[in-house]
């Protein structure tokens, strides 16, 4: 798992930097080697981004921009539902659920206060299993390799 870790760290930094190539409001990237975290430092901001194969394991501090990248699974999704209070009181955190081993839609990015505020109480949960189903689900053999 750490192999699969590490690579998905590698794919969240190259995906932060080429999410930046237009606005260009990077400063810098601290890539806090050996740890599976990095943080990026922009013009107006710091954001502290976490790489995690299980959702239900992530800590972080609410009052920092975070960002968490993990894998695009089926218990991850479920720890999104799960903690979706948690997730959504939080206005500075960004969900990236990832399948870095496929080129075409690979990720679903994911900021819960602002989906909480426009999202339908009926229809969430139905929503919600919309957005996760258009990214293929990242499977156990695709970790180990």
């Known amino acids: ?64 921009h975070v960002g968490i990248f993990t894998f695009h699974t089926d218990n991850n999704f479920k720890t999104i539902l799960d903690r ?16 870095p081993f496929i080129h075409v839609e690979n990720k679903w990015i994911l900021q819960p206060y602002h989906h909480a505020k426009i999202a339908d109480k009926e229809s969430f949960k139905t929503g919600m299993k919309s957005m996760f189903s258009a990214v293929t689900e990242v499977r156990e053999q695709d970790l180990k390799r």
């Not at 209070?85 to 659920?97: G, W």
Request: glycine share 2%.
């Open 1 to 64: 798992m750490e192999k699969a870790v590490s690579f998905l760290k590698a794919w969240a930094i190259e995906f932060v930097r080429n999410k930046d190539l237009v606005f260009n409001k990077i400063e810098k990237v601290d890539e806090e080697e050996g740890k599976p975290q990095f943080t990026v430092h922009y013009k107006d901001k710091t954001q502290h981004c976490f790489i995690v194969s299980h959702l239900s394991e992530i800590k972080y501090n609410s009052k920092d």
């Open 84 to 99: 979706w209070n948690e997730f959504s009181s939080h206005p500075q955190l960004t969900i990236y659920s990832v399948n």
